[in-house]
């Protein structure tokens, strides 16, 4: 997760196709300020600019995978990355619920290879 978030705000130069503009890492930068506000209090963190990302703990790495990143990263990024990143976020999403069932968890092994076949 913090690779991608590196990519897409260019602060890993080899994938400059994926980068995002700075006009967009200012608005999503002010989106998530703005989310920390709205934010339940059953979060231990609040949400942090991406120019914050080198303090993000585990929690706010896991926070923005599993809810925030689907609707933050709609309007940020390609439809191509998007769609793409989706992969990983279902796959995310149902593995950290306990219990699943064999044919789900055998779903996010292929889920997960493509996503990193394809990036």
């Not at 705000?9 to 196709?17: Q, Y």
């Not at 976020?89 to 044919?103: E, H, K």
């Not at 779903?107 to 990193?116: A, E, G, I, Q, T």
Request: charged share 20%; net charge positive; glycine share 2%.
């Amino acid at each position: 997760m913090k690779r991608l978030i590196f990519i897409w705000i260019g602060n890993i130069k080899d994938r400059l196709v994926n980068k995002l503009s700075s006009y967009a890492v200012r608005e999503l930068s002010s989106l998530l300020d703005n989310l920390k506000y709205q934010t339940p209090f059953g979060f231990s963190r609040k949400s942090r600019s991406p120019s914050e990302i080198d303090r993000w703990k585990a929690v706010e790495f896991r926070q923005f995978l599993l809810y925030t990143s689907c609707f933050v990263l709609k309007n940020f990024v390609s439809k191509e990355i998007y769609q793409h990143f989706l992969q990983l976020f279902i796959a995310a999403g149902i593995l950290s619920t306990p219990n699943q069932d064999q044919r789900l968890i055998d779903y996010c092994s292929d889920l997960l290879n493509h996503f990193v076949q394809t990036y």
